[in-house]
């Protein structure tokens, strides 16, 4: 099976270097320095790669992120400096699947690369509420999925899997609860929540709370 191909997009050609030696070794590598260079790129192979990492620093100046967004190939990792959380938030809730505070480590960015790539949100952790909120009172959905009716009826289906505990949980998720917060709700302690998270991810085949609020947007409401 060929290795996941990768898009890299930087002005800064010693950062693509770094991270080019980084990836090489598990990863296909396509590296872009403008922008133009990365839109021609993305509209040839829109269908191959599987991540695109971007420097924080082409979403200022002329390039926009909307723009970037809305051209750009698979999912998207930005990596800046000093951004503020409400950015952070901002920017996971309009449809990028991970943001990373300062330039990684080359084993740092292999592991990052590795989550994401097996589904999940790259994200601080205690930033999750707030994106949820974000995700819930502004009806955004980051994968652009659009539930028919189908959809709808297979995924209450599945949210008969789950206890009653464990639907009591996946409620307060949805509401931006913290884990602390919904061991206090539920009298129960923070292991156990988790405990109860760990099954409703295996159920419902979905790999992290922002993807269960995800999930849950549109048969719930806020």
């Not at 990373?100 to 690369?113: A, C, G, H, K, M």
Request: glycine share 4%.
């Amino acid at each position: 099976m060929p290795s996941p191909s990768l898009l890299l997009f930087s002005k800064k050609p010693e950062l693509l270097r770094q991270w080019s030696c980084a990836l090489s070794d598990q990863y296909q590598l396509e590296v872009a320095v403008e922008w133009e260079e990365c839109q021609s790129y993305c509209k040839k192979t829109t269908d191959d790669i599987r991540l695109t990492i971007i420097d924080a620093c082409v979403l200022s100046g002329q390039t926009s992120f909307s723009s970037v967004k809305k051209d750009t190939p698979g999912k998207i990792l930005v990596i800046g400096e000093q951004w503020p959380e409400e950015a952070q938030v901002k920017l996971i809730a309009s449809g990028v699947s991970g943001y990373q505070e300062n330039y990684p480590d080359d084993e740092f960015l292999n592991r990052i690369v590795n989550r994401m790539l097996d589904g999940e949100v790259w994200i601080q952790r205690q930033l999750v509420p707030k994106i949820i909120k974000s995700l819930v009172a502004d009806k955004i959905d980051p994968q652009a999925l659009h539930d028919n009716e189908e959809i709808t009826a297979q995924k209450k289906a599945s949210l008969k899997l789950l206890t009653e505990r464990e639907s009591q949980v996946a409620d307060l998720v949805f509401h931006g609860t913290s884990t602390k917060k919904i061991a206090a709700s539920l009298f129960i302690t923070e292991r156990t929540v988790k405990a109860h998270l760990g099954a409703i991810f295996r159920k419902l085949e979905i790999p992290d709370r922002v993807h269960l609020a995800i999930y849950l947007r549109g048969i719930k409401e806020p």
